[in-house]
């Protein structure tokens, strides 16, 4: 019985451990002030990825020795001269208090603190709109070919006839193409925010290391 109750009471920190840590992946809301460029990389960034917003805001958080780093780096004069627009956000408890401790003990408001770190991702949407780009000129490439593929297939079946095996053979394999062409052309447009959305002003905007 003794053995029973020590192990018992030995279990509650671990208890309590898995508990601090269900309570810190909770799902909260938080409204920042941000330039629109920086919301705009956010998003793209987390359908390009595809993972939650929520994702990348425990990714930039995690690191607090670099938020403090961040916030220290902010110039005395923050006063908002660029644009920017209020944006809620879903975040996780224990990325909020993280933010809400380093701006308590380190100059800069939360937002301003956000909007650095977000430009940490910089370097990862640089590489995807790279990619973007080679994606963009490979489906040039693709769609010539599909255009050509059609038209083969239309020349086979005005020599042999639509009922000819041999067409019979050749026209699921377009029907696959098509396919396939569809789902590529979907990957394409999902991309092509990457392309439209200007940081170079956004860019600029980072402190020197």
């Known amino acids: 019985m003794d053995r029973l109750v020590i192990q018992n009471q030995g279990d509650i920190p671990q208890q309590s451990d898995k508990i601090d840590g269900l309570l810190g992946k909770k799902s909260v809301r938080a409204t ?3 330039r629109p460029e920086a919301i705009e990389m956010l998003s793209i960034l987390a359908a390009q990825l595809g993972i939650k917003q929520k994702s990348l805001f425990d990714y930039l958080m995690e690191d607090e020795d670099e938020l403090y780093a961040i916030a220290e780096s902010l110039p005395d004069d923050t006063a908002e001269k660029e644009q920017r627009v209020q944006k809620t956000f879903v975040v996780s408890q224990k990325s909020l208090t993280t933010l ?3 701006t308590k003990h380190a100059p800069g408001s939360r937002s301003e603190i956000i909007e650095r770190s977000i430009q940490r991702l910089l370097p990862v949407f ?3 709109r790279e990619r973007q780009d ?3 000129k490979a489906f040039a490439m693709i769609k010539n070919h599909f255009k050509q ?3 083969l297939q239309d ?3 005005q020599l042999v006839g639509k009922d000819d095996s041999l067409f019979s053979l050749i026209k699921p394999l377009t ?3 098509a396919k ?3 789902e590529i052309k979907k990957l394409v447009d999902k991309g092509k925010r990457l392309s439209e959305l200007p940081i170079d002003a956004f860019a600029g905007d980072q402190p020197e290391s």
Do not use: C, D, G
Request: proline letters at 0%; glycine letters at 0%.
């Open 134 to 136: 080679k994606r963009e």
């Open 100 to 102: 809400e401790v380093v």
């Open 149 to 151: 593929a059609k038209v």
């Open 175 to 177: 029907v696959q193409y």
């Open 180 to 182: 396939a062409f569809a």
């Open 32 to 34: 920042f002030k941000l």
């Open 126 to 128: 640089v590489i995807e």
């Open 155 to 157: 020349e086979i079946k």
